[in-house]
């Protein structure tokens, strides 16, 4: 995150801390998830696995084993929200969009990799009602920045749609993304992304421009 002189503000040794244990449960679950499938692992072997207690684990994660896997959604949609916030004020909605959306995970910031991406893919891949959690999930998490994408269009969300469509637009590409590469992993993860933000950024174009 900026601070107001610009520079990136290290998060402290606590925060380091907590982000190291909530990782190390994480990896552990997935790791777990992926040989042994999603309904096999308790949560006491996850514990376990990563060098916690139980208690810790669902201090981590209230909802068990399903919370774990909401953690890609929930992920991405706060370093989106972040990087649209951090976008000059003078940028449309449409290239601010764009442009934030290179901070999701994929693009290997600090918080995950391929593999891991990859991982939440094929576990969920093969729990259809799983997987359907969690695109939920980001789709609902897409609806708390319909306002900040009506703010920068200067439009009202309650009687606009072009916020809404615009987020629910770049879910669909992330969506359609990360369900052809689950299909083929010899695919390059972010020239799909790229090429499905053009489809949408050719779709949205007039619209973004027009009443």
């Known amino acids: 995150m900026s601070s107001t002189t610009g520079e990136f503000k290290r998060p402290g040794v606590r925060e380091r801390q907590r982000l190291a244990t909530s990782q190390a449960i994480e990896t552990a679950a997935l790791q777990l998830f992926a040989d042994r499938g999603f309904e096999a692992p ?10 916690v207690s139980v208690r810790t684990f669902f201090r981590y994660f209230p909802g068990g084993k ?8 929930r992920r991405a949609m706060d370093l989106l929200r972040e990087a649209l916030e951090a976008r000059p004020p003078h940028e449309s909605a449409l290239v601010a969009v764009r442009a934030a959306s290179r ?3 994929w693009y290997g910031d600090e918080y995950g990799d391929d593999r891991a991406i990859r991982m939440f893919g094929q576990i969920a891949s093969s729990h ?3 997987l359907a959690r969690m695109l939920g999930e980001r789709q609902l998490l897409a609806e ?3 306002e900040l994408v009506a703010l920068r269009m200067s439009a009202d969300p309650r ?3 072009r916020p809404r469509l615009l987020l629910h637009g770049l879910h669909a590409a992330m969506t359609a993304t990360w369900l052809t590469w689950i299909d083929d992993p010899q695919l390059d993860l972010r020239e799909l992304f790229e090429s499905a933000l053009d489809v949408l950024e050719r779709g ?3 619209v973004m421009d027009g009443r």
């Open 42 to 51: 308790t949560a006491a072997e996850i514990a376990k696995t990563a060098g």
């Open 66 to 73: 399903e919370d774990v896997m909401l953690q890609e959604a």
């Open 103 to 105: 901070s999701l995970p």
């Open 128 to 130: 259809r009602d799983l």
């Open 144 to 146: 708390t920045l319909v």
């Open 159 to 161: 009687t606009d749609l």
């Open 204 to 206: 949205m174009a007039e």
